[in-house]
């Protein structure tokens, strides 16, 4: 089974702090993403990378940076969190050229206050 | 841009059958997938389809028409724990674009 790891499942944080949300996968996925989800609004694309050392910006990256040093490891940063940036935290990864099927974490809680 | 567009709320009855729609715009389609989520919990992938017509799988089908630039997922036999949120999503040019979710509600 494809197992995805979020390394926390709530976090609390205070504005102006720099965060770190880890995430690592253990299925050797070429495709690693994250989204948020937030009430009526669904998962919305932040970042992606198709490759270590590789990112895309997604949907709403403004910010948010990622890293991708190892190719079962995708790393989004919260440079100077802010209110608003309080979400539920999702990653997921995929085959390369299966896009479609994408196994989520369990996701990261973050409150930013 | 993109857009999906599928109901907020559907509520059904236990061992009935539901049908939840999904319209959408995009430039660049190659698909449409559903994923399925319980409070709580992360999405879960339910099915994709590429080609018009119906996948079935289980309890679960999903029809794409992309002509009209439509596509619904049917459960069958509905049972309480199908209770839960289900996102239609269009595999597209920019990677995978999901809707805001229908949050089924099965009563007894």
């Known amino acids: 089974d494809v197992k995805v790891t979020q390394s926390s499942r709530y976090l609390v944080k205070r504005t102006g702090e720099k965060v770190f949300l880890e995430c690592v996968q253990d299925?050797?996925?070429?495709?690693m993403f994250w989204y948020r989800q937030d009430p009526g609004l669904g998962l919305r694309l932040i970042y992606f990378?198709?490759?270590?050392?590789?990112?895309e910006k997604g949907d709403i990256p403004e910010g948010y940076s990622v890293s991708r040093e190892k190719k079962e490891r995708f790393s989004l940063i919260l440079e100077s969190a802010s209110t608003n940036q309080t979400s539920m935290y999702l990653c997921?990864?995929?085959?390369?050229?299966?896009?479609?099927?994408?196994?989520f974490g369990p996701g990261t809680r973050l409150t930013v206050t | 841009g993109q857009s999906l567009e599928q109901p907020s709320e559907v509520t059904a009855v236990e061992g009935a059958i539901v049908q939840i729609n999904c319209t959408y715009q995009?430039?660049?389609?190659?698909?449409l997938s559903w994923y399925q989520q319980h409070d709580g919990g992360a999405p879960t992938f339910l099915s994709y389809?590429?080609?018009?017509g119906l996948e079935e799988t289980g309890r679960f089908s999903s029809f794409l028409s992309r002509s009209d630039s439509y596509g619904y997922l049917l459960l069958q036999e509905l049972q309480m724990k199908d209770s839960a949120s289900y996102f239609c999503?269009?595999?597209?040019?920019?990677?995978?674009?999901f809707g805001t979710g229908t949050r089924l509600t099965v009563i007894p």
């Open positions: 999503a269009v595999n597209g040019a920019n990677n995978l674009f």
């Open positions: 299925m050797d996925h070429e495709n």
């Open positions: 990378s198709y490759d270590v050392k590789m990112k």
């Open positions: 389809n590429a080609l018009d």
């Open positions: 997921a990864s995929s085959s390369s050229g299966a896009d479609y099927e994408q196994y």
């Open positions: 995009t430039s660049g389609f190659y698909g």
